[in-house]
T-cell receptor
Framework: DGGITQSPKYLFRKEGQNVTLSCEQN?????MYWYRQDPGQGLRLIYYSQIVNDFQKGDIAEGYSVSREKKESFPLTVTSAQKNPTAFYLC???????????FGEGSRLTVL | SQQGEEDPQALSIQEGENATMNCSYKTSINNLQWYRQNSGRGLVHLIL?????REKHSGRLRVTLDTSKKSSSLLITASRAADTASYFCATVGGGGNKLTFGTGTQLKVEL
């Protein structure tokens, strides 16, 4: 079935470590997005990519990095520079203007 | 920055009642979308309304859009316990390349 796959679902990290969250889609969508969600809060945009080998910062990009080497993949690295990384991370792909976002099931990162 | 603000933040109703939640936004939009999120899960698209539409229906869902007031409402009729979730509005701005989400309404439908 077509969809978005995020892994891992749960991740624990020690302070000072980088961690990479995986996001893969087989929907043939050009655009992909990473959002952060804190408890009881809405979604905040971290990074997005409209096409392979190109990406733009969202509203809260500091402490994060991404790559888009393949259309299907948009991994997010949470670096040690991110001061408060404990959160629920959601990846999505977009059909395009006039279309809907398709979300993965999320990755919950906890910094110990 | 978050474009939309949902109201109320939380809503608790009895099964069979209607649930109404509102979304206000700040800038011009191409369309507005509503999403649902079950606890600890990803979001699922519910309905999209374009800026030139005023009302749209899908099953038990009814969405209205008032661009002059920069607001939208989502009505869920004859609610069920399974409707318990958080509901978010999202707007697509003039640039047309990203969706900005509101803060969400947590709906609880009790038996």
């Amino acid at each position: 079935d077509g969809g978005i796959t995020q892994s891992p679902k749960y991740l624990f990290r020690k302070e000072g470590q980088n961690v990479t969250l995986s996001c893969e889609q087989n929907l043939n969508h050009d655009a992909m997005y990473w959002y952060r969600q804190d408890p009881g809060q809405g979604l905040r945009l971290i990074y997005y990519s409209q096409i392979v080998n190109d990406f733009q910062k969202g509203d809260i990009a500091e402490g994060y990095s991404v790559s888009r080497e393949k259309k299907e993949s948009f991994p997010l690295t949470v670096t040690s520079a991110q001061k408060n990384p404990t959160a629920f991370y959601l990846c999505a792909s977009w059909q395009g203007p006039g279309g809907e976002l398709f979300f993965g099931e999320g990755s919950r990162l906890t910094v110990l | 920055s978050q474009q939309g603000e949902e109201d109320p933040q939380a809503l608790s109703i009895q099964e069979g009642e209607n649930a109404t939640m509102n979304c206000s936004y700040k800038t011009s939009i191409n369309n507005l979308q509503w999403y649902r999120q079950n606890s600890g899960r990803g979001l699922v698209h519910l309905i999209l309304i374009r800026s030139n539409e005023r009302e749209k229906h899908s099953g038990r869902l009814r969405v209205t859009l008032d661009t002059s007031k920069k607001s939208s409402s989502l009505l869920i009729t004859a609610s069920r316990a399974a409707d318990t979730a958080s509901y978010f509005c999202a707007t697509v701005g003039g640039g047309g390349n990203k969706l900005t989400f509101g803060t969400g309404t947590q709906l609880k439908v009790e038996l």
